[in-house]
């Protein structure tokens, strides 16, 4: 399984074979469920899903696993990540559209879709907020899948166009400062307390605001928004560590995000917040 979710795809982001979903998502095959479960628990398995977003055109180009060290892997959640087969061998954007799954078998949630996209010159997968997201629970069919997904592809054009809105504002230096700040509030607090645990600073917020290609040297508020993003999900930020060996701190480089189901949260509120700053 991968390491962490950045590292999930191919490095040239076509398809991904049923060999590699199975490296990278075992639990994406599984045909069974927890054995805490009774038989009234019917699953709607990921590799039954997989065969249904083909049949729409969709093609994985992503796959992901929570590690779990209590219950069996084959029942973990996963994520699967879909693209347009055009769009795959075809497209020439800098921006896809995709759908994102998450699924589990061991009973902790339903299933779910989630509107997204795949920013290529910095290989970031985004995924859309408040409006983006669908459910259906495990004891549906899947004719019921297929009318989610079906409602999930009508929202893609107006995800994409709400984007272009993004594209569409200049922030000045107060608003990116203010999205940078909330963006690392979706995964740590600000050290403004003296008790143990993980915190960001004022350095934090400043390491995510920053550039690391030319392409990013820009101030419209989609760009400050992956900028964010890639600082909060892939660690590029200093982040203050308080315990009791040292109680007034450490500075250390923060960990890339390695949680399935805490990318997906992540994602999504950033998504929204940056759609709350720059629309305010």
């Given at each position: ?39 009234r628990?019917v ?19 992503q796959?992901a ?43 902790t ?22 409006g ?71 350095q ?7 550039f ?59 998504w ?5 700053i720059?629309?305010?």
């Amino acid at each position: 399984m991968a390491k962490h979710v950045i590292f999930s795809r191919n490095v040239n982001n076509s398809a991904l074979s049923t060999e590699r979903i199975q490296q990278l998502a075992p639990a994406a095959f599984s045909t069974t469920k927890a054995d805490r479960l009774t038989d009234r628990y019917v699953s709607l398995n990921t590799s039954d899903i997989i065969t249904v977003m083909q049949d729409y055109g969709y093609a994985p180009v992503q796959a992901a696993q929570k590690r779990s060290r209590k219950n069996n892997p084959a029942h973990s959640g996963h994520m699967v990540a879909f693209a347009k087969t055009w769009d795959i061998d075809f497209g020439t954007a800098d921006i896809r559209p995709e759908i994102i799954l998450y699924n589990s078998h061991d009973g902790t949630g339903s299933v779910r879709l989630y509107a997204g996209c795949f920013r290529f010159i910095c290989d970031n997968g985004l995924i859309a907020g408040d409006g983006f997201q669908s459910r259906i629970y495990h004891s549906k069919a899947l004719s019921g899948f297929e009318e989610m997904l079906r409602n999930t592809v009508a929202t893609l054009p107006t995800m994409m166009e709400r984007l272009e809105r993004l594209r569409g504002v200049t922030l000045d230096p107060h608003r990116s400062i203010l999205m940078a700040k909330r963006g690392v509030e979706t995964r740590w607090d600000m050290l403004e307390q003296q008790t143990n645990g993980v915190y960001a600073t004022f350095q934090t917020v400043a390491d995510v605001l920053k550039f690391h290609r030319h392409q990013d040297n820009y101030m419209d508020a989609f760009t400050v928004f992956n900028r964010i993003q890639e600082g909060v999900i892939r660690g590029n930020a200093f982040v203050k560590s308080l315990s009791d060996k040292h109680p007034n701190g450490v500075t250390r480089k923060a960990r890339p995000v390695s949680s399935v189901r805490e990318n997906i949260r992540i994602n999504s509120e950033l998504w929204d917040i940056a759609e709350d700053i720059a629309f305010a």
